[in-house]
């Protein structure tokens, strides 16, 4: 089965830049979108398809790929970033959903 | 204003039955494909269920098929998701979320937009 892995946590400075990796064995030929998710939240999606943003997502949000890894990178983060940020497939093969193990983010 | 809203969630025992419930507003709800998503505390993101716009597909988690079913009120903006033979480890927030491809059934689309969840728990 399709398995996306996140590191659990990641910790940034306000101000610096906070990297957010996804990896998955078939990642570098599926569109992958990214949601960020505070407690007691409904998640949002931040990120879609390689670098789309919805409207009202700053231009500090951005996402990236190198061969089988995806990347969410947040520039100058701030306190209200703060938050739990989930990659996410659709597998192909099965027609199904698949999300990555989530990673939350702190700001020192 | 664009939201989902969920209700139906509660403790029941496990074996036992549940009907979830997704109030959609202010957008063309009949023309998406609308899902599930579940997460248990403490964990990550599970996908349940996805139905299409028009109710005649559905598709689901391997972990759910066969006691999980979806429906859809076009209507009445509101999607349904029936839960049988519960077991202890359905327990979990489940939110509803919408399918960002306009009157496609499934695919690489994200979802766009989702409810807050109402939680569902299992235990005797």
């Known amino acids: 089965s399709y398995v996306l892995t996140q590191p659990p946590s990641v910790s940034v400075a306000p101000g610096q830049t906070a990297r957010i990796t996804c990896g998955g064995n078939?990642?570098?030929?599926?569109?992958v979108h990214w949601y960020q998710q505070k407690p007691g939240q409904a998640p949002v999606m931040v990120v879609y398809d390689l670098t789309d943003r919805p409207s009202g997502i700053p231009e500090r949000f951005s996402d990236s790929k190198s061969g089988n890894t995806a990347t969410l990178t947040i520039s100058r983060v701030e306190a209200g970033d703060e938050a739990d940020y989930y990659c996410?497939?659709?597998?192909?093969?099965?027609?199904?959903?698949?999300f990555g193990t989530g990673t939350k983010v702190t700001v020192l | 204003q664009v939201q989902l809203v969920e209700s139906g969630g509660g403790v029941v025992q496990p074996g036992r039955s549940l009907r979830l419930s997704c109030v959609a507003s202010d957008f063309n709800f009949r023309t998406y494909g609308m899902h599930w998503v579940r997460q248990a505390p403490g964990k990550g993101l599970e996908w349940v269920a996805l139905i299409s716009y028009d109710g005649s597909n559905e598709m689901y988690a391997d972990s759910v098929r066969g006691r999980f079913t979806l429906s859809r009120d076009n209507s009445k903006n509101t999607l349904y998701l029936q839960m049988n033979s519960l077991r202890v480890e359905d327990t979990a927030v489940y939110h509803c979320?919408?399918?960002?491809?306009?009157?496609?059934?499934?695919?690489?689309?994200?979802?766009?937009?989702w409810g807050r969840g109402t939680l569902v728990t299992v235990s005797s």
């Open positions: 078939n990642i570098g030929s599926d569109s």
């Open positions: 996410q497939v659709w597998d192909s093969s099965t027609a199904h959903y698949v």
């Open positions: 979320a919408k399918d960002g491809a306009y009157g496609a059934y499934g695919g690489p689309m994200p979802f766009d937009l």
